[in-house]
């Protein structure tokens, strides 16, 4: 599966928001957005299906992707896009339930060690890799890797989305430097769609991939 254009993927948490996830997906998706994933897994299964039919409704006109994060069997009943695992999910019951032309990732940290994308080749599409930066949403979470250590995860045959604190043109820029496939945000996209321009701007042909380390 090729990963959505522009390879920016929007993470919802609606308590960051000012107006109603199906209003914010609207306006990110009116700026360019076209890969959001519902997160806010406190939620009931039936307020998360619900939210993620009317996040689908808003995803469609536009070309826009929704993956749902956590469970691949409430993804399938809510008909999106594809599934969004947790760090030790089953990426092969979720691409078996889903099928091929699922969007399927992975939630990957440094400390689950390089065995963990091994085993994940050939059953997702990318995994995200985090932190890279301090992350404002989630302060004091890390230790962070920064580009020198998510360089360590590129080519190993899965692409990567950095994810943690890329709330910067410049930092768009580093983590396409260094390898990575494309990068996520929650907090800067909850708080402010538009601000998302300079991101998505800076999102242009990734340069070589780094070679991996160790």
């Known amino acids: 599966m090729t990963l959505p254009e522009p390879p920016l993927l929007v993470v919802t948490d609606r308590r960051l928001a000012d107006r109603p996830l199906p209003e914010v997906a609207e306006r990110l998706f009116a700026s360019g957005v076209r890969w959001l994933s519902l997160r806010d897994k406190d939620l009931p299964d039936t307020e998360r299906l619900e939210l993620a039919r009317a996040l689908m409704a808003r995803a469609r006109p536009r070309g826009a992707r929704v993956t749902l994060h956590g469970d691949a069997g409430l993804a ?56 890279v930066f301090p992350s404002a949403s989630k302060p004091g979470y890390g230790p962070c890797l920064g580009t020198a250590g998510l360089r360590c995860w ?13 709330d910067q043109a410049g930092r768009v820029a580093e983590c396409r430097a260094a390898g990575a496939a494309g990068v996520a945000v929650m907090g800067l996209a909850m708080r402010d769609p538009q601000a998302l321009a300079p991101l998505l701007a800076a999102l242009g042909p990734a340069g070589n991939a780094a070679q991996r380390c160790g």
């Open 76 to 131: 399938a009943a809510a008909g999106v896009d594809g599934v969004h695992l947790p760090s030790g999910g089953d990426p092969a019951a979720a691409r078996a339930l889903l099928g091929k032309g699922a969007l399927i990732g992975l939630s990957l940290h440094d400390s689950d060690g390089g065995e963990a994308m091994e085993r994940a080749g050939g059953l997702v599409d990318y995994v995200t890799l985090s932190p």
């Open 154 to 166: 590129v080519g190993r045959g899965v692409p990567v989305i950095a994810l943690g604190g890329i």
